[in-house]
């Protein structure tokens, strides 16, 4: 834009930049005009403005009415979970879970993931239930208590400390670098949880991103699984 403005031309454009660190990318607006003495161009005048979260909300406006017209056509309610997990991985987060309690009260399972093979292993080692005393990054707090729970950043001692739930784990083993769940309720008693999981060079969830998965979940509230 800069480089047009210099040659007289008013102009605009967008640019991702990745942060070196979280590995955020942040999406820039560059704008510039031309400066003009006495009818010649003698610089240039350039201004930066970080649009990242009007763009994020534009695209989060698209995804969900995508997802609302996607499931929408499931002609089977008890496909939504998993239609749901594959269409956030990777959309939104690196790694989706969906996790439901069942009318026999056992825990059902979906994880969508980069690796099918690894997203099996983690549903499979979450249907195990609860480990008491074993660690989970909160998920507990959404599937037990109806709690909404934020991790922006995993902490990478956490291999150290005692033990992880099998399946959170398996994600941590991964390079988990930040975690939500929020709470799947209906007339007020806590059914299941929505999970998003990112790696950790990958963006770091934010509250924004709780209201994001809250409205995600609707349709799971709403479907014959629940």
């Known amino acids: 834009a800069f480089a047009r403005a210099l040659r ?9 930049v990745r942060h070196r660190r979280t590995g955020q990318v942040r999406v820039l607006r560059s704008a510039a005009a031309p400066i003009r003495v006495d009818g010649e161009i003698t610089g240039a005048v350039t201004v930066n403005s970080d649009i990242t979260d009007l763009r994020e909300a534009e695209e989060r406006t698209r995804f969900l009415a995508d997802v609302s ?21 990777p959309r939104v ?7 439901v309690e069942d009318e026999r009260g ?9 690796d099918a093979e690894e997203a099996r292993l983690v ?5 195990q239930g609860l480990d008491e005393g074993a660690r ?46 929020v709470p799947l309720s209906k007339r007020g008693r806590a059914l299941g949880a929505l999970a998003f999981a990112n790696v950790r ?26």
Do not use: N, Y
């Open 93 to 99: 987060a690196d790694w989706c879970l969906v996790l």
């Open 69 to 89: 017209q996607q499931l929408s056509e499931s002609i089977e309610s008890q496909s939504t979970p998993r239609r749901l997990a594959k269409l956030v991985a």
């Open 106 to 114: 056992a825990l059902r399972a979906w994880c969508e993931g980069p």
């Open 136 to 181: 989970d990054l909160g998920l507990s707090e959404a599937l037990l208590f109806g709690r909404p729970v934020l991790v922006p950043e995993v902490d990478v001692a956490i291999m150290g400390g005692p033990p992880l739930r099998p399946g959170v784990r398996r994600l941590v083993e991964r390079g988990l670098g930040s975690f939500l769940a």
């Open 123 to 127: 549903a499979a080692e979450l249907e």
């Open 8 to 16: 007289g031309e008013a102009a605009a454009q967008e640019v991702r």
């Open 201 to 226: 060079c990958g963006r770091r969830f934010a509250r924004h991103d709780l209201a994001f998965a809250e409205e995600l979940a609707h349709p799971l509230r709403t479907s014959s699984t629940m």
